[in-house]
């Protein structure tokens, strides 16, 4: 069955003219490396590949090839020859309710992912819960297609299994994602320079803002969960990008002795972001409740409308723009 569509998928994309590829509206590692990756392919096929990106891409990623296919011009969407669209580790249906509208044709869709909360959007899915990430998908859908990936696309696919798996540390890494990894080294990919970009080169400033929220690590007894936050004033006082501090939910997951964890960050359009953390519960089911996605062990929701406030207690909790919560 999963041969049958990945050999179904693969020809979509052979057959496609005027394909254009689509990141998560969040970019991250992931949808990234996993688009790019099938870029290059389609490239070395001879075939002409756009990609649209409602967010630029942040500076860590700078090292990946292909960026320059990337654009943020929505006309990208209103070419009337588009004759394809897919969807890199998206399952956010209001993103791909937006995409749609946006279109002038009607392409086909294809939508490669694997998070539990994706709702199988397109016209071809390939979804596999299992996968630690996307770019291992990808890799097998390649794999059941007789397709070796080029060292580009090599380093790509493993920029997005090194970012959802947190550098092979998470609950996520799995068997399947060594075996991929060391395939992806095999043709080329380069470990240290794809770990680094995801974990390193912090600047002191960003560290600075992660010293305050590790000031405020709060333990919940009730519920065994330990939170933190992070707000709009933090991150102006100490003049850093929402991007540059990304990546603190993961590394106190993987330091912290706590099984849950809940990291509380004001956007900067006006809500509160919260990206969870568990070794040991399903936590996309409460994510999904609040409108949210992700996976079992990593998910995460935003409330728009609303802020961080502290008590007169000195607890911090989230407020609507109109009531308290
Ligand atoms: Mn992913």
Same mark, same amino acid.
């Given at each position: 069955?999963e041969?049958?569509?990945?050999?179904q998928?693969?020809?979509?994309?052979?057959?496609?003219?005027h394909?254009?590829?689509?990141?998560?509206?969040?970019?991250?590692?992931?949808?990234?490396?996993s688009?790019l990756?099938?870029a290059?392919?389609?490239?070395s096929l001879?075939?002409?590949?756009?990609?649209?990106?409602?967010?630029?891409?942040?500076?860590?990623y700078?090292?990946?090839?292909?960026?320059?296919l990337?654009?943020l011009?929505?006309?990208?969407?209103k070419?009337?020859?588009?004759?394809l669209i897919?969807?890199f580790?998206?399952?956010?249906v209001?993103?791909?309710?937006?995409?749609?509208?946006?279109?002038?044709?009607?392409?086909?869709i294809?939508?490669?992912?694997?998070?539990?909360?994706?709702p199988?959007?397109g016209?071809?899915n390939?979804?596999?819960?299992?996968?630690?990430?996307?770019?291992?998908?990808?890799?097998?859908?390649f794999?059941?297609?007789?397709?070796?990936?080029?060292k580009?696309?090599?380093n790509c696919?493993?920029?997005?299994l090194?970012?959802?798996?947190?550098s092979?540390?998470?609950?996520?890494?799995d068997?399947?994602?060594?075996?991929i990894?060391?395939?992806?080294?095999?043709?080329?990919?380069r470990?240290?320079?794809?770990?680094?970009?995801?974990?390193?080169?912090?600047s002191?400033?960003?560290?600075?803002?992660?010293g305050v929220?590790l000031e405020?690590?709060?333990?919940?007894?009730?519920?065994g969960?330990?939170?933190?936050?992070?707000?709009?004033a933090?991150i102006e006082?100490?003049?850093?990008?929402d991007?540059?501090?990304?990546?603190?939910?993961?590394?106190?997951?993987?330091?912290s002795?706590?099984?849950?964890?809940f990291?509380? =960050?004001?956007? @900067?359009? &006006? *809500?509160? !972001?919260?990206?969870m953390?568990? +070794?040991?519960?399903?936590?996309?089911?409460m994510? =999904?409740l609040? @409108?949210? &996605? *992700?996976? !079992?062990?990593a998910?995460?929701? +935003?409330?728009?409308?609303?802020y961080?406030s502290?008590?007169?207690? @000195?607890?911090w909790?989230?407020?609507?723009?109109?009531?308290?919560?």
């Open positions: 069955m041969a049958t569509r990945a050999k998928i693969y020809q979509k994309f052979l057959e496609a003219k394909p254009v590829l689509l990141l998560d509206d969040h970019i991250d590692g992931d949808s990234l490396g688009c990756a099938m290059d392919h389609l490239l001879g075939k002409t590949v756009r990609i649209y990106t409602t967010q630029p891409i942040p500076e860590r700078q090292f990946l090839p292909h960026l320059h990337c654009s011009d929505v006309s990208v969407l070419d009337s020859s588009i004759d897919a969807f580790d998206c399952s956010d209001v993103f791909f309710k937006h995409i749609m509208d946006s279109l002038s044709t009607q392409p086909v294809i939508n490669i992912d694997h998070h539990t909360t994706n199988l959007f016209h071809y390939y979804v596999v819960t299992h996968a630690s990430a996307t770019a291992a998908v990808l890799y097998s859908i794999h059941q297609n007789n397709v070796t990936p080029s580009h696309a090599a696919l493993l920029t997005g090194c970012f959802d798996t947190t092979f540390t998470n609950d996520a890494t068997q399947q994602a060594f075996f990894a060391s395939e992806l080294i095999k043709l080329g990919a470990p240290q320079q794809v770990v680094r970009s995801i974990i390193a080169d912090r002191i400033s960003a560290l600075r803002v992660w929220a405020r690590l709060r333990a919940h007894k009730t519920y969960v330990v939170s933190t936050f992070i707000t709009r933090d006082t100490h003049g850093v990008s991007e540059e501090v990304d990546g603190l939910a993961n590394f106190l997951h993987f330091v002795d706590a099984h849950t964890l990291l509380l =960050k004001e956007t @900067g359009d &006006g *809500g509160v !972001k919260t990206s953390r568990s +070794t040991a519960r399903d936590i996309s089911k994510a =999904k609040f @409108g949210g &996605g *992700g996976h !079992k062990k998910a995460g929701f +935003t409330i728009p409308n609303s961080l502290q008590d007169e207690t @000195g607890e909790k989230v407020v609507f723009r109109t009531k308290a919560c």
